[in-house]
């Protein structure tokens, strides 16, 4: 930017936004995140309509499985272990 009073170059800092807290960007990505999760649920949930797609009994069990089990291994990544909670201290 030019100051035109006296033809000097004046330097303008862009404003720096407050750096995000650990809990607001933990807040702002889980929300997207588990946003996109449920869409992709009720995505999925399309093909049960049985007029457009044909599935068996141990298509749907595979599914279950599968969800189940990465639903149980991403909630359990959320509970302290054993490990962390019997530390050993003076």
Do not use: H, W
């Not at 797609?53 to 969800?67: A, F, G, P, R, T």
């Not at 291994?73 to 003076?90: G, L």
Request: glycine residues 2%.
């Amino acid at each position: 930017m030019v100051d035109k009073s006296k033809n000097k170059q004046v330097i303008v800092k862009p404003v720096s936004k407050p750096k995000e807290t650990k809990t607001e960007l933990f807040i702002r990505l889980a929300t997207k995140r588990v946003g996109s999760v449920l869409k992709s649920l009720r995505i999925l949930g399309n093909c049960s309509n049985r007029s457009n797609y044909e599935y068996s009994k141990e298509q749907v069990d595979s599914i279950n499985i599968s969800l189940t089990k990465a639903l149980l291994d991403t909630i359990n990544k959320f509970i302290p272990s054993k490990k962390e909670q019997e530390s050993f201290k003076f």
